[in-house]
């Protein structure tokens, strides 16, 4: 008799959130730290993938806009892990809790380098071997104590969010400049914030203007065409990041 998935089956496979050393390649984790498993599986979990398009109103216009794609968003996922230690004597649940605090602070082998990171993390269950992040938000609410006051039954809300997988820089075929993505330009942008949007940092226009090769960044032409570079690359040498961009944009 094939076995189906019910609810009695999906305990023999208990949920948990992996904690992995962070890596030097977007993602690829170094590796496992540790475990925290699941006393109960969730009854639930969301998982949201969104898409960013932007459009930007013309006071002629007659109708509405055209929206341009601006790339995806990272993925997210909320779960609520419950731990319960009340048929447990001279049990607490204040480690799982702590466990779970301490994966939004570096990990001990980070914080001796320049880039400090918590650990990433991966919700593993069943069929859901889900993607590599961080962790947001840690949430805990002790609902039930022993005479001591001890905490003995707690609910914790975990948020997580989608590390990039790829870098982006170099195209390993060809060698090249992988742009993040294209921008057209349109009526009204200037050069500061359509870098404000791609990077949060207006002060890159002049970066963003010299690896374009663009002489004059009060005149943008609408409908030209403006290469977005990972933010990586303003920090490297500019003439060869130029000829990659002029041969990108022909």
């Known amino acids: 008799m094939p076995l189906t998935q019910t609810a009695d089956t999906r305990k023999l496979t208990p949920a948990k959130i992996e904690l992995l050393e962070p890596g030097q390649e977007p993602g690829r984790p170094g590796p496992l730290i540790s475990e925290i498993k699941f006393q109960l599986n969730p009854k639930e979990l969301t998982m949201a993938k969104t898409a960013k398009w932007e459009s930007k109103n013309q006071k002629k216009a007659s109708s509405a806009p055209p929206a341009s794609y601006q790339g995806p968003e990272p993925q997210k996922l909320t779960v609520e892990m419950y731990f319960d230690a009340s048929l447990a004597r001279d049990a607490s649940v204040v480690k799982q809790v702590e466990a779970l605090m301490r994966a939004t602070a570096p990990t001990e082998k980070s914080k001796g380098t320049k880039t400090p990171s918590p650990p990433w993390v991966r919700f593993m269950w069943g069929g859901l071997s889900g993607f590599v992040g961080y962790?947001?938000?840690?949430?805990?609410?002790?609902?039930?104590?022993?005479?001591?006051?001890?905490?003995?039954?707690a609910v914790c809300t975990v948020a997580m969010t989608e590390l990039a997988t790829e870098q982006?820089?170099?195209?390993?075929?060809?060698?090249?400049?992988?742009?993040?993505?294209?921008?057209?330009?349109?009526?009204?942008?200037?050069?500061?914030?359509?870098?404000?949007?791609?990077?949060?940092?207006s002060s890159l226009w002049r970066a963003l203007a010299d690896v374009n090769g663009i002489d004059d960044p009060m005149r943008l032409r609408p409908g030209c065409s403006i290469l977005?570079?990972?933010?990586?690359?303003?920090?490297?040498?500019?003439e060869p990041v130029r000829r990659e961009v002029a041969r990108a944009l022909g």
Not at 135 to 153: D, E, N, Q
Not at 173 to 190: A, C, K, Y
């Open 135 to 153: 962790i947001t938000s840690v949430s805990a609410k002790y609902t039930l104590f022993a005479p001591s006051g001890m905490p003995i039954r």
């Open 168 to 201: 982006g820089k170099q195209n390993p075929t060809s060698g090249g400049l992988q742009p993040r993505r294209l921008h057209v330009v349109r009526e009204g942008d200037t050069l500061a914030g359509i870098a404000y949007r791609a990077y949060g940092r």
């Open 228 to 238: 977005l570079p990972v933010a990586e690359e303003f920090d490297e040498p500019r």
